[in-house]
């Protein structure tokens, strides 16, 4: 497979900061992957080293096999970068920008015209070419960001935060967008919104204080705690004593009754107790009108990860 992005103990210290720790992942052609993490995990410090814009301390970083630092002018013609905010020329129209950005990332000046209107199209631009960037929505200027990363056609596309700050329909609207755009690109991009990475990404690699914490496809993340561990069942029959019988599986670590019948189970060691659900309730004579393993979602996955860390850490300080 094509390695698209390589890092390797990617490090970054800002004076006494350590922003990020030994990153090592790989995006391959084609991959849409998406980075998720809180407020001031690093996100944006990797993808200004991949887009070649700022410097690692240590380790490296290669974009379609060039080096970001050697080589970052190559690098940043090879890629199409939407910062977290897009410095936008606001006294220019989209047209003037939009030919400053084709000259600055190299295309040729007889291809200028055609390869303004191929970005414009594709980011829904048209309408609005004349228009001065200082009197475009926001949403509209964030097209304009993404029609400059996609200027000249690169393979691989890193976007920071691409729907920060929009109204809800702008975010889906540019959500499409990027899904369009998936396919022909190697697309890295990083969200602190959950939603967000599972909807556009096929794979997710959760960042949190500078360190990479998990990576796996979306479904995998969910499954990776324990499919049927979590189990949510309608038993008819009493309500208290069906608890009390589910309290005492021994693999059963707790229960919470929902009301009308309705029970979500936790197993001990990720467990699965659907067969000993099963069997108590036909057992006792009650009936079973459902029984289903929860999965969790990647919101709970990264909560998870994310505080284990942190009292992990804890722990540390107090020892
Ligand atoms: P994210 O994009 O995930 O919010 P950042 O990469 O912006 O995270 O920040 C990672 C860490 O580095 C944070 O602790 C942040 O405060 C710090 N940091 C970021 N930029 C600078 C800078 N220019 N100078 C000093 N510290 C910085």
Redesign the pocket.
Known sequence: MDMMIEVQDLTKY??P?L??SRLNFEVAAGEIVGFL??????????LKILSGFLSPSSGTARINGRDCVTQSLEVRQSLGYLPETVPLYTDLTVTQFLRFAAQAKGVEAKAETTEMHRVMDACGLEAVQKTLIASLSKGFRQRVGLAQALMNNPPVLIFDEPTIGLDPSQIVEIRQLIKELAGAHTVIL?SHILPEVSQLCQRVII?NR?QIVAGDTPENLSRQLGHGSRVRLTVQGPEIEVAAALQKIPQVQEVAGQGEGKFLVVAANDLDVRPQLARLVVERGWDLLELKAQEFTLEEVFLNLVTEEESEEKMEEES
């Open positions: 800002y004076g900061t922003a990020i993490g809180p407020n001031g995990a690093g996100k944006t410090t990797t990083s960042i500078g």
